[in-house]
């Protein structure tokens, strides 16, 4: 019997041996060059991690670069998790958010397009100390933080970039922590609305915020209940400050937006 099972299995190693080399022959020829053209694509276009960088780092960097794709509400990391990777944003939309009481999300901080994150706690912690999901269809870079670190010990200026990243986070989260626990409700919209224009942008006629939330995430991102901001928006629409169309938000009066942000 055992020298029946010995045959059957020498047969089948021959026949997927077999099947993997014609397989293979089938398999484009440019294929891995199409992959390697499209992350070189993806490095250069981080100008300013992968100008500074020496021909040498910059092979380091392109060897080890990670393409990841998520769907909507995909989790990127949670808390807890031991941070491996920097994340750069290529394509869509990612909320960073503190879980609390009950589960209710404190969204902290949603990066910008080409925007770093998920780095920081890295470098000073052994886990993550909030957690990550996509907000819609998101494609990421993502880069071993053992990467990072090599090219920020062997290149000044690398050094240099990441100390103003860490700095500017930090200026942004001292401001958005005095907002959230000082303004009221309507300083904390306004901001949150400001936000979004300032990090994403707008369409073409320049006022409509080209990503739209929906409404429980901008209650997140303003610390508010979702209830509160129907009510706010609806305010400010009565206002004039914005207008709404279904999920989709226009700043129609910016400087009169901004006075409520100053005033609180």
Not at 19 to 38: H, L, Y
Not at 166 to 189: C, D, P, W, Y
């Amino acid at each position: 019997m055992w020298k029946r099972i010995n045959d059957l299995s020498e047969r089948f190693s021959d026949f997927f041996s077999y099947f993997c080399s014609r397989f293979a022959s089938r398999v484009p020829f440019n294929m891995t060059t199409i992959k390697r053209d499209d992350i070189l694509k993806t490095a250069q276009s981080m100008d300013t991690l992968w100008s500074p960088l020496t021909d040498e780092q910059r092979q380091l960097l392109a060897d080890h670069i990670d393409i990841r794709h998520y769907k909507k509400h995909d989790i990127i990391y949670h808390e807890g998790d031991k941070p491996q990777h920097l994340f750069c944003l290529l394509k869509g939309r990612v909320k960073i958010y503190k879980l609390g009481v009950g589960g209710r999300q404190q969204i902290v901080h949603m990066p910008p397009l080409k925007g770093f994150f998920g780095y920081s706690d890295g470098f000073v912690a052994d886990r993550y100390t909030t957690e990550a999901a996509a907000v819609e269809a998101v494609t990421l870079c993502a880069i071993p933080l053992s990467v990072i670190k090599h090219l920020i010990l062997h290149n000044n200026t690398i050094a240099v970039f990441f100390i103003r990243q860490l700095a500017n986070l930090l200026g942004f989260t001292t401001e958005n922590m005095v907002s959230l626990t000082q303004k009221h409700l309507r300083g904390r919209l306004a901001d949150a609305l400001l936000h979004l224009k300032e990090y994403y942008g707008t369409e073409d006629n320049g006022q409509t915020l080209a990503t739209s939330l929906i409404r429980e995430d901008l209650a997140n991102l303003s610390n508010m209940t979702t209830s509160n901001a129907i009510r706010t928006l609806s305010a400010f629409a009565d206002e004039g400050l914005i207008s709404i169309e279904g999920r989709k938000i226009s700043i129609m009066d910016e400087p009169l937006l901004r006075q409520v942000s100053q005033i609180g």
